[in-house]
């Protein structure tokens, strides 16, 4: 696990800062590069149908659900010992760091090795094979990548010294905030507030949650 950092708060840190330091990090060119190869295999593929229409509006509706999932079973995995092996990977350790110092800049982002050797290979083969048409599969690969870099942007930004200045950026910062700072095993979505956490019952009153003394130190003991 790193040192923590020593980093103080950056007074008057604006959009154009957050911005310029963002494009320093590896993971938004990596995933923004495939959001352009997948626009322009989008356009000359052509074959646009009302379908198409669909894609998008399900996975806006499933994305908080998804970010979920990766929360809770990927990047909060325990290792574990299976047949002498342990099996703790990347994203999971990556993570625990992430809790252990979430002001280290470089930690905020998915790391740009489990991108390409295997977050966007399997991203690519579910487009290009799991729908029934390429067209479409298409739309699923601009869809997923466009959702990628707001992913990348929202949880930098929320960790950045960059300050809430409207209700629905604040309700979300002050949501992830909580999780890092309150409680690890609530609040897990990252780009919305007060929805799959609602639903799947991980969005508590924080007047009503104890600060969780293993926040920074995800699995140890209590």
């Known amino acids: 696990m790193s040192t923590p950092t020593t980093r103080t708060a950056r007074k008057g840190f604006t959009l154009a800062d957050a911005r310029r330091e963002f494009a320093k990090h ?12 997948a626009v322009t295999a989008r356009i000359l593929v052509g074959d646009w149908q009302p379908t198409d229409a669909l894609v998008p509006l399900v996975m806006i509706a499933l994305f908080p659900f998804f970010e979920w999932i990766i929360h ?16 703790d990977p990347l994203l999971a350790r990556e993570h625990r760091a992430h809790h252990a110092d979430p002001r280290d800049i470089p930690l905020i982002f998915i790391p ?45 930004l929320i960790h950045s010294d960059y300050k809430p200045k409207t209700r ?7 949501n ?27 969005c508590p009153d924080p ?8 926040a920074k130190n995800l699995h140890a003991a209590a």
């Open 112 to 156: 740009w090795k489990s991108l390409i050797t295997w977050v966007l290979p399997l991203t690519i083969v579910v487009g290009l094979f799991a729908f029934p048409r390429l067209g479409m599969g298409l739309t699923y690969l601009v869809t997923i990548a466009t959702m990628g870099l707001i992913y990348e942007w929202m949880h930098y």
């Open 26 to 37: 590896p993971s938004p060119w990596v995933i923004g590069a495939t959001l352009v190869g």
């Open 207 to 214: 007047a009503t949650v104890e600060n969780s003394p293993t």
């Open 72 to 87: 809770v079973f990927i990047l909060h995995w325990r290792p574990k010992r299976i047949a002498g092996l342990t099996i």
């Open 176 to 202: 992830h905030r909580n999780h890092h700072y309150k409680n690890e095993r609530y609040w897990f979505t990252v780009t919305t507030a007060n929805t799959a956490d609602r639903v799947l019952g991980t």
């Open 168 to 174: 629905l950026y604040r309700a979300i910062w002050r």
